[in-house]
């Protein structure tokens, strides 16, 4: 006879005892490139991603990193941008571009099936760009546009000069995109990039889905030649300068909401403190339980939402609380969140609190690992931190094990109210 689930009582909540986690398998093609396979699904699909170290790190100029790595597939050698848009969506795949602070890549989401055709597109956009004048101008155009109409919201002025306070102006991670700088650009910047990040820089190869036979020597035959360098990201390492002021406004006086950031420099995830902290983090403002939310929006009412996080870098990591606040209250808003860091600096979580946000995050981690795209996505936050699966390891038991003391010494070592830099954008009271 089946049991019968009384679902007046809830689930009894239990620890992760023990991880199992897929790793992915290595290979080395013929020019020394690392592939990295994860073979996890019977489905007929498969995602190639190939990652080059052309990030906005490596560029000394805004928009150079971001118009590269976008206008790959818009036309090479052989093809037009409307003949690879077509030529791809023929097999049913397509392609998609992404940039990081550190990292380009571009992945081909494609059947099986069809990789025969579709992987030596993926080769040509890849190595025979040409980065066509008109389509070019295009670009910069629609990304000036956007610009223009950004810069009258008060969350992308508070985005786009956080770093800067943060990092320095003149560091890649702070750099502030000007008008002016879309008047400098011009194609041969874009070819110079490409030829030293792309065809001459450090690249790896990232595969999830499931593999046939053919598919690591299609790989091996049309990237195994490609030229890979030893360039490392400790080879553009640069110093972070932030702001000696700690209180800035930006003023935007026909404003209905203000724009809030406040945090600084801290660790990055290959520190020994970093879980600790990602761990304060949540309950201060990283899930939608955390105090923030509940005294920013449910108790106050100044907010629809707040949150804060942490951004770990290769280079430099980041502390953040971010917001967008009714503009007469905003002032009030930032003494309320500094006073819920004051408190996590001086009382103790309670029990309750902490076994909540303690299973809150390990049925989160788990949920991380649900299928070959996300085991691939964790891969690669441990590999670009220069960390392997140990990490996870020490990161659950971190969550299992801390306790209430440890979190008060870590919101005083590392959220110091008087280091901790304010940018309201809006109206100023």
Known sequence: MQETINRNIAPEIKNIEHLNIQKPK????????????????????????????????????????????????????????IEIANMIDSYGGFFETSLTNDQASISLYTLNKHLKNTLPILAEVTQEPVFNEEELNIHLAQKRNEFLVNSEKVGYIARANFPAIIFGKDHPYGRILKIEDFDTVERKDILDFHSSHYLNGQFRIFIAGKLVKDTLPL????????HNSEMTVKDHKQLIKPSKTFVHNIEKPNAVQNAIRIGKPVINREHKDFNGLRILNTILGGYFGSRLMSNIREDKGYTYGIGSGLMSYQDAALFFITSEVKSDVSNLAIEEILKEIQILQTQEVSKDEL????????????????GPFALLDRFKEIYFSNLNYDYFESYIETVKSINS???INLANKYWSIEELYKLNVGKIN
């Open 26 to 81: 290595e290979i080395k093609l013929s020019n020394g490139v690392s592939v990295f396979s994860f073979d996890v699904t019977e489905q007929d699909f498969i995602k190639i991603e190939i990652s080059f170290n052309a990030g906005t790190l490596y560029s000394d100029r805004t928009l150079i990193a971001g118009i590269t790595n976008k206008l790959l597939t818009e036309g090479t050698k052989k093809h037009s941008s």
């Open 405 to 407: 003391k440890t979190l």
């Open 219 to 226: 790989i091996e035959k049309f990237f195994g030649s490609m």
């Open 355 to 370: 076994s909540l946000v303690k299973n809150y995050l390990q049925g989160n981690f788990q949920r991380s690992f649900d």
